[in-house]
């Protein structure tokens, strides 16, 4: 049992979409998928801290510039047309395929990735069906995340990427407010996600806010969904160290914060921006119990 | 290939003539197994310093520096942020060790050193026979970089050496090696030792092992340079 402090208005809850499908093959690679600032490092490191799994950081898209470039650009089996050349790239190719053979070879293996959640469709005519974690947090939070180090704003949500928006978005708007922005890109993302890509393929939703409030039963959950396993005692130890009062904490680096500050992050939002977001991802954040009804 | 060889030879060339190679070779610890003298291991791991010639100098070649470095990561030190696309560095961060060098992009570097990746064997004898560098004692906060304590790499030479006078071995970035280990589908993968700053603690033990696919440069991988016998 992990014990976590009292915590102030955050619990568990439950969402209203059906959040496991199993899959039942173990040599298929799981891929952990979240938005940018939402707890992904330290889930991977949780993953990855099990002595029968394997897990990458961001393959795609810290090794390959284009998926920064093409973020929230949806692709099918094959890139659009004007990606071919990319395709085409001998040092694209090589780096594909090692990845592709390395994902493959062996049981319980896969990855952590923020800017694929448009490309299902290509991961699984790249490698093979993939069993799908879907980490979430409070969009409220994420932009505060976001906003906290203003120099990589716009390698997390980049301008560019509003022409992939729907045409009714107000993208002048968007441009020059990164509140507005980083609520637009969420939204539309998570959205998609929730309400199509994810509906037919197994996957597990977690709750960067569950992980943290609650982490025996996630932690049950999501190694059971990982493979048939257990957490062991690195994973625990790890949870526990999260809450100790000896731990190191620091303010700046996400992995080193405080629970506590993490969970309560989107408290640091002014109520205009706030509002903003909540208009904005209202529909989704009701859907995994961000809002009440 | 053939351009990473051509690279690696005008690589070996400037780094002769400009007297690069052999600069940690003075100051490197002479090692031996089983009593037999092996070679040396550089003190210190290569610093971005170091990196910026070796890319500035290769990107002029015209050779996709890809193959070589990791471009792609906003969070790398050393980016191809110049006017001219030459490869920058904060001057925070030139004393502090290399990282998103491919397998190939270590290997080329070193051989133009007048060196080589060590072996994961030779690495060993650098470490000595503790469970750690430093001995049998578990690592804490204060004797290397590693578990998040930092949240990044550190300047080289900040924590006390190991036994063998050798800094960072354990902690700070993992260090590729030469050896290739064939995974299930015979494909090579190539060892890193020591373990990184992000790493857990039991990575940090001399005789852990990782593997990595050797295209992919990341923020917690550098090299140390072996000089043979």
């Keep these: 049992m992990i014990h976590t402090p009292r915590l102030n208005g955050v619990k568990p809850v439950k969402t209203r979409i059906s959040v496991t499908r199993t899959v039942g093959h173990l040599a298929v690679p799981f891929c952990l998928l979240s938005h940018h600032r939402s707890g992904s490092n330290f889930l991977n490191e949780l993953i990855r801290s099990h002595s029968l799994l394997s897990s ?14 093409c973020d929230i650009e949806r692709w099918e089996a094959q890139p659009p047309p004007e990606r071919a050349a990319w395709l085409a790239d001998p040092f694209v190719q090589a780096y594909l395929n ?10 319980r293996r896969g990855f952590k990735e923020t800017r694929l959640a448009e490309k299902l469709v290509w991961l699984e005519a790249l490698v093979s069906p993939v069993r799908l974690i879907l980490l979430v947090r409070d969009p409220r939070a994420v932009t505060v995340s976001i906003l906290r ?68 039963m996630t932690l049950t959950r999501l190694f059971s969904f990982l493979g048939d396993l257990q957490p062991e005692p690195a994973q625990i130890t790890l949870m526990k160290d999260l809450w100790s009062p000896a731990r190191h904490y620091t303010a700046s680096y996400s992995l080193r914060r405080r629970p506590q500050d993490v969970l309560h992050d989107c408290r640091g939002l002014p109520v205009h921006d706030r509002r903003t977001v909540e208009r904005v991802c209202g529909d989704v954040m009701t859907h995994l119990g961000y809002l009440e009804t | 290939m053939t351009e990473l060889q ?52 290769l990107r002029i070649s015209g050779l996709d520096i890809r193959w070589l470095a990791n471009t792609a990561n906003p969070n790398l030190p050393v980016r191809p942020a110049g006017p001219a696309g030459e490869f920058t560095c904060s001057p925070d961060w030139l004393d502090h060790p290399a990282t998103g060098l491919t397998w190939y992009g270590a290997a080329i570097y070193a051989d133009g050193v007048g060196g080589r990746l060590p072996t994961e064997t030779e690495w060993m004898a650098a470490a000595g026979p503790g469970e750690y560098p430093w001995g049998d ?12 304590h930092r949240g990044s790499t550190t300047p080289i030479g900040a924590f006390p050496a ?68």
């Design chain 1, 56 to 69: 990458l950081k961001e393959p795609f898209a810290q090794h390959l510039s284009l998926f920064a470039e």
């Design chain 1, 98 to 107: 090692d990845l592709r053979g390395w994902l493959l070879a062996a049981p």
């Design chain 1, 149 to 216: 180090r203003p120099h990589l704003i716009d390698y997390w949500i980049p301008v560019s990427q509003l022409a992939h928006l729907p045409p009714s978005t107000f993208r002048d708007r968007a441009e020059h407010d990164p509140v507005y922005r980083s609520a637009l890109i969420w939204a539309h993302r998570h959205r998609q996600l929730l309400l199509e890509e994810l509906r037919t393929r197994p996957m597990l939703l977690v709750r960067l806010e569950d992980l943290l409030a609650g982490p025996d």
């Design chain 2, 6 to 57: 051509e690279a690696a030879r005008g690589w070996r060339n400037f780094a002769m003539a400009t007297e690069i190679a052999g600069q940690s070779r003075e100051k490197a610890v002479k090692l031996t197994i089983d009593g037999r003298p092996i070679g040396a291991m550089a003190r210190h791991l290569v610093t971005n310093a170091d990196l910026l010639r070796f890319l500035n100098h």
């Design chain 2, 137 to 148: 004692s578990p690592p804490d906060a204060g004797l290397a970089n590693y578990g998040y």
């Design chain 2, 162 to 229: 190991g036994v063998n006078g050798l800094f960072d071995l354990a902690g700070n970035v993992r260090e590729w090696c030469g050896d290739a280990i064939p995974d299930a589908a015979n494909r090579p993968l190539r060892v890193v030792k020591g373990g990184g700053w992000a790493s857990p603690p039991a990575d940090l033990r001399t005789s852990a092992r990782a593997v990595k696919l050797p295209l992919m440069g990341s923020a917690t991988s550098g090299l140390r340079i072996f000089y043979p016998e």
